[in-house]
């Protein structure tokens, strides 16, 4: 393959040995060698990015497939030249889904590899540890999941979905669509859907359901047993008035709690399920017969059908030499995101991190569902929203679309604390946390 | 055409302006093909072709729509060609609406006519999509189809499909079943159904609270639903409701406990399988076996791989895999668990610290192994059928998956129990246990009974593997999830005792099942291992301690 692990210097510096051996301990030579290729490196030598998934441990079901879209797409743009005259090459560390070891590796891949670039983590936690790594060495990641917002820095570029992005959407689309008056919010209990439920909540308040028709319900994860959370929603969903289950069940849990409520009866066309974690990735290990008609929301969905996206997905299949392997949202937030990197690096003409956080705002690629995807002034992008129902063969056919993109608002406009604070990277602002009503960059 | 009235029809809040929506409908209907609207110069057949024609759309609210109106319309092939909508393998060509279905062989046949159609180019067509409005359409309408079907159950399922959709349209068709029905059960749940799309109707209102007894009934949450969501009638009629609501919640709130409960032993026929197999491994023996979670995890492999198997060799008999893997897994864990006790463990009898290191580093060891040859995702078991779906008794749902589990941890809890009483391994196992050097003396072979003690208890913690690869999901972490709650209930439970682990296990699930609904599921833990940290300062042998003089040594 085309990339080098983790240690590219040690294979060069034993080399060296060897020939210093055979020399007969020439130390001035050897010295003499170890230091030209470095002048070298500096000049014309490849660009180097970081790639910063778990490829073991709890999340390695997930991120590991990231790393492999990540190599796809230097390939193909090292085919196509690399980026000013230069090869892209890519440098893989496993943090080994361990938050800490997160930013560790992110320091080393920052100051030991020099990387102009990182693409990276999952989970918010993993991001929040490597934040202030970022700022401190003033480097850029792309962070490519859907996320609970609340979060702007100079140094991260959110390419999955703000909750404007997805979960308001998808609450729309019920209210309206299917008559929902009745909402069982249900989640995993950390971070993204505390948030996510949290901004829901407020949001459904002010469309004038009362707190009564709002079930909020909170598991471990991992959580097996979901007899009695399934009797509970069914419970709920018989007071007379249209019920959905929101979902942002994360993880390995939902394999349970979809085959409990297929097995309690829970068909879609009477409590569907929308949910905010389950793509295609995860309903591979599923028999999605009995969900057929719950409903996913995401940016990206692998049935749709455009040219750019059946490219993507032959190239996909092509580079993993797996014909049934599926695609997903994360992964094309990571298409976007190389090619704005590969944009403003073009731009600015050069890979160092000031310049290309500037060039980003402003660049517009187009994304995999047809459309034209912008980095907005506050480091996120626009976005299509999708809804889809789960199909039999554990695809999602689309029901709905937003009409344009949608905008990532980092800062919810339901929250208190949040709904008066903006973020905006371009001088003379720059700032990630702008309070508008108090007028001063700092939040409240 | 699009408006959002026609999305009222079937939903719950509005019967009134459903009727209304549905006459409104039909008047819609009636001109449209009268003027022509939809009908392309080359219609063919009259006004029955046009109804199927209508369901050449993408537009979701027309499709809906135009199922209903098919419905009606008294088409003969109806009830297939909705059924095809549902199954997916319903056609349409763009440029003259023309709906075509295909068959088992894979021929296009005119929707229309059924005949097959020659020289139909497949890259015309276009599949006909559907979403759950048309999903409740296509329910609605193959119930009101299919209720006089000759099999019971079609009739019963049919009568199901139209009290959910409420239909009025259907009540000629159920009085006209009904006069003519003999099966108790299809009567009662068409008398229901009756009854439901008579409160949907514009009928008069003793009609209506005749059709409200009968609903409350009924006594579950679906008539609950019906009856809390039924608006714009009369005052006396939702003063019935109410009253039958009422009923209906204090009938509810008696099974809820009992549902509660029998959660809490299915929960704890769970515990029940993971922690026997540590009840003979930690109970008898006094090994502390991080492992042992691992050892579950394999029997749950071996049923994935014998699945796998199976599905490749011998599917028809894949619905029986699972009596396969039983035995399989048994043997897989306790071969196992025999080279880890020769292996590792005889080296580290009495130094527990030292075994809880060694076999939780063996327990890394085995995860790893296991994600290096069956990768790190997960992997899919599937559910023999008659593991799938779920039953009703006396108003409380059983689920089948539920209930074999409960079962099969019955049979193993017993089957070890007839081991320990009544063989003579079982016998020199409980002579080892009770005094090891007399037993020694007696010329028991110590390090072999050990050896077999915890191929024994391994084995059976395959046997779990089994049971749980079909409720939970079979990953190379599936172990570590369940090893600290086996270790509870074997601590709970006192040290060396299986009816002592059998009253642990259900007292541990039931107490978490009737909590969990109160304090949530993550509170609800916390709680139980609260209660269970200050029971064992009370008691710090368990529930029910080993007593005697070798205990006291």
């Not at chain 1, 893989?92 to 102009?116: G, H, K, M, T, Y």
Request: glycine share 10%; charged share 20%; with cysteine.
């Amino acid at each position: 393959m085309a990339y080098r692990n983790a240690h590219p210097g040690r294979d060069h510096i034993m080399r060296l040995s060897r020939r210093s051996l055979l020399a007969g301990g020439a130390a001035m030579a050897a010295a003499g060698t170890l230091a030209s290729p470095a002048i070298l490196r500096a000049q014309a030598g490849p660009i180097r990015i970081g790639v910063l998934h778990s490829l073991s441990g709890t999340m390695a079901i997930s991120e590991t497939t990231l790393k492999d879209v990540m190599l796809m797409l230097v390939e193909e743009q090292n085919k196509k030249g690399g980026v000013l005259g230069r090869r892209i090459e890519p440098v893989v560390v496993d943090p080994a889904s361990n938050w800490p070891l997160f930013a560790e590796r992110a320091r080393e891949l920052i100051s030991v590899q020099r990387v102009a670039a990182v693409f990276g983590c999952w989970t918010s936690v993993s991001r929040k540890s490597v934040l202030p790594v970022f700022e401190e060495l003033n480097n850029i990641l792309f962070y490519p999941v859907q996320y609970e917002g609340e979060e702007s820095s100079k140094n991260i570029f959110y390419t999955g979905a703000a909750p404007n992005q997805q979960a308001i959407p998808a609450v729309d689309y019920l209210m309206t669509d299917e008559n929902v008056q009745r909402w069982a919010l249900l989640g995993t209990d950390y971070v993204y859907p505390r948030t996510t439920n949290r901004i829901l909540d407020a949001y459904l308040k002010q469309k004038g359901v009362a707190a009564d028709d709002i079930l909020v319900n909170y598991t471990p994860f991992g959580h097996a047993d979901w007899q009695s959370i399934v009797a509970q929603v069914k419970r709920f969903g018989s007071a007379g008035k249209k019920t959905a289950v929101v979902s942002t069940i994360n993880g390995d849990a939902n394999v349970p709690f979809y085959k409990e409520l297929a097995n309690q009866g829970i068909k879609a066309t009477d409590i569907p399920v929308v949910a905010f974690s389950v793509g295609e990735e995860e309903l591979a290990g599923i028999d999605t017969a009995p969900l057929v008609g719950h409903l996913a929301a995401w940016n990206y969905f692998m049935s749709v059908d455009t040219p750019i996206n059946k490219e993507f997905i032959s190239t996909w299949h092509g580079f993993i030499k797996n014909p049934r392997r599926v695609t997903n949202d994360p992964m094309e937030a990571h298409v976007i995101g190389f090619n704005m990197w590969i944009e403003a690096v073009k731009k600015a003409g050069t890979t160092e991190a000031d310049p290309v956080i500037d060039a980003l705002i402003g660049v517009a690629v187009p994304n995999l569902t047809g459309g034209i995807s912008t980095m907005m002034p506050n480091h996120h992008i626009t976005k299509p929203v999708l809804i889809g129902e789960v199909q039999a063969d554990g695809q999602f056919s689309t029901v709905w679309q937003t009409p344009g993109t949608v905008v990532g608002d980092e800062w919810s406009d339901y929250l208190e604390g949040s709904k008066d604070l903006i973020a905006d990277w371009r001088a003379p602002m720059r700032c990630g946390n702008f309070n508008v009503r108090a007028g001063r960059c700092g939040g409240g | 055409m699009v408006a959002r009235w026609g999305t009222a029809g079937h939903s719950p809040g509005v019967p009134s302006l459903c009727t209304a929506g549905r006459a409104v409908r039909r008047i819609v209907a009636t001109l449209a093909i009268l003027l022509g609207l939809a009908a392309p110069a080359a219609a063919q057949g009259g006004v029955q072709g046009e109804a199927i024609r209508a369901l050449a759309t993408t537009n979701f609210d027309e499709l809906a729509r135009a199922v209903e109106r098919l419905a009606l319309s008294g088409e003969p092939n109806a009830l297939g060609i909705v059924e095809a909508l549902r199954d997916g393998t319903l056609l349409f060509r763009q440029a003259d609406r023309a709906v075509f279905w295909r068959d088992a062989q894979g021929r296009m046949r005119d929707a229309a006519t059924g005949e097959v159609a020659e020289g139909v180019a497949p890259a015309a067509l276009r599949p006909l999509r559907v979403n759950n409005r048309v999903r409740r359409a296509i329910d609605a309408t193959i119930g009101a189809l299919s209720l006089s079907n000759p099999d019971p159950r079609v009739r019963l399922a049919a009568a199901e499909r139209v009290f959910r959709s409420r239909d009025p349209d259907a009540i000629p068709a159920l009085d006209a079943q009904l006069a003519r029905e003999t099966e108790a059960r299809v009567r009662h749940a068409m008398e229901a159904a009756r009854a439901a799309a008579v409160l949907g109707s514009a009928m008069a209102d003793d009609a209506k609270l005749a059709a409200v007894a009968l609903i409350a009934r009924r006594g579950d949450l679906e008539a609950r639903n019906l009856l809390a969501g039924l608006a714009g009638v009369s005052e006396a009629v939702a003063q019935a409701a109410a009253a039958g609501v009422a009923a209906i919640d204090r009938r509810q709130a008696m099974l809820r406990i009992v549902q509660d409960i029998y959660y809490g032993i299915s929960l704890g026929s769970v515990l029940l399988l993971a922690a026997i197999g540590l009840a003979v491994t930690f109970g008898t023996m006094g090994v502390i076996n991080m492992a042992h979670g691992e050892m579950v995890m394999l029997g749950a492999y071996t049923t994935f791989v014998v699945q796998e198997a199976m599905r490749r060799n011998a599917p028809w008999l894949l619905d029986w895999s699972l009596a396969f893997a039983v035995p399989l897994a048994f043997l897989v864990s306790a071969l196992a668990g025999a080279l880890v006790e020769r292996l590792i463990i005889r080296f580290l009898y009495g130094r527990p610290l030292e075994t809880l290191l060694a076999t939780f580093g063996l327990s890394l060891v085995l995860q790893q192994a296991v994600r290096t040859i069956f990768g790190p995702n997960n992997r899919e078991v599937g559910n023999p059928s008659w593991m799938s779906g779920a039953f009703e008794l006396g108003g409380v749902l059983v689920t089948w998956n539920r209930l074999w589990i409960i079962v099969f941890s019955m049979i193993v809890l017993f089957g070890l129990m007839l081991v320990l009483r009544r063989t003579a391994f079982g016998l020199a196992m409980r002579a080892v246990t009770q005094n090891r050097r007399m037993a020694g003396s007696m010329g028991i072979r110590t390090p072999w009974v050990d050896c077999m003690t915890f191929a024994l208890g391994s084995g059976v913690a395959g046997l779990a593997g089994v049971a749980l690869s079909q409720i939970d999901n079979v990953s190379p972490n599936l172990g570590q999830s369940y090893i600290i709650d086996s270790f509870m209930v074997v601590v709970f439970g006192g040290v060396g005792n299986l009816w002592g682990t059998l009253v642990a296990a259900m007292t541990l699930g039931i107490v978490n099942k009737l909590l969990e609904p109160i304090a949530g599921a993550v509170l609800g833990k916390i709680v139980v291992l609260l209660l269970l940290v200050l029971f064992i300062q009370r008691k710090p042998r368990g529930l029910f301690p080993l007593k005697g003089r070798a205990v006291e040594s």
